[in-house]
T-cell receptor, first 117, second 114 residues
Framework: EAGVTQSPTHLIKTRGQQATLRCSPI?????VYWYQQALGLGLQFLLW???????NRGNFPPRFSGRQFPNYSSELNVNALELEDSALYLC????????????????FGPGTRLTVL | TQLLEQSPQFLSIQEGENLTVYCNSS?????LQWYRQEPGEGPVLLVT?????EVKKLKRLTFQFGDARKDSSLHITAAQPGDTGLYLC??????????????FGKGTKLTVNP
């Protein structure tokens, strides 16, 4: 079974430009999550999409946006890029698992390394 | 707000040694997950713990969830160079809006020297 895939692997942009990052979830997963992993800050939650709808949003400005397509793949768009947007952007998809109760497990893609010059 | 504290932040040991890393919070989590991440790659899920006091074993790795579901530990026995990586814990919490969110610690960077 194919895992979460992300493209491109690396992306270099200049300040003020726009970046588009793409993610394909594991087959059968309907939820997609986006995270930013910057040096020294750990993984910061950006966005959660499920069934085509934005379900939750992290503490990021509106220039970070995205969407989920009918096939559950997703795009993350970052407008008006700033130097501090340089980071590894990770996408995860999730499935529900039943133990003593239902819980959610997330599986990550390899990430897109965005560098803003 | 940093809800999950991981310690130590860095750990460098020799092959064959044992180690424990910790994940602590003042918040209660419905479940907690441990991931291992290698440089330039995405985190790989190791285990999910769900029940307070739960212990799970994955070969030489032992994971424990605290009785109050606020903390967790990862113990590695006879560490090997292949265990080198960033170990992340992530707790599932319910937001004010009622939706779920996975909150990550900053990780423990483990180096196992041959």
């Amino acid at each position: 079974e194919a895992g979460v895939t992300q493209s491109p692997t690396h992306l270099i942009k200049t300040r003020g430009q726009q970046a588009t990052l793409r993610c394909s979830p594991i087959s059968g997963h309907t939820s997609v999550y986006w995270y930013q992993q910057a040096l020294g800050l750990g993984l910061q939650f950006l966005l959660w999409y499920d069934e085509g709808e934005e379900r939750n949003r992290g503490n990021f400005p509106p220039r970070f946006s995205g969407r989920q397509f009918p096939n559950y793949s997703s795009e993350l768009n970052v407008n008006a890029l700033e130097l501090e947007d340089s980071a590894l952007y990770l996408c995860a998809s999730s499935s529900m698992v039943l133990a003593s109760y239902w819980y959610n497990e997330q599986f990550f893609g390899p990430g897109t390394r965005l560098t803003v010059l | 707000t940093q809800l999950l504290e991981q310690s130590p932040q860095f750990l460098s040991i020799q092959e064959g040694e044992n180690l424990t890393v910790y994940c602590n919070s003042s918040s209660v989590f419905s479940s907690l997950q441990w991931y291992r991440q290698e440089p330039g790659e995405g985190p790989v899920l190791l285990v999910t713990v769900v029940t307070g006091g739960e212990v799970k074993k994955l070969k030489r790795l032992t994971f424990q969830f605290g009785d109050a579901r606020k903390d967790s530990s990862l113990h590695i026995t006879a560490a090997q160079p292949g265990d080198t990586g960033l170990y992340l814990c992530a707790g599932r919490t319910i937001t004010q809006g009622g939706s779920e969110k996975l909150v990550f610690g900053k990780g423990t960077k483990l180096t196992v020297n041959p």
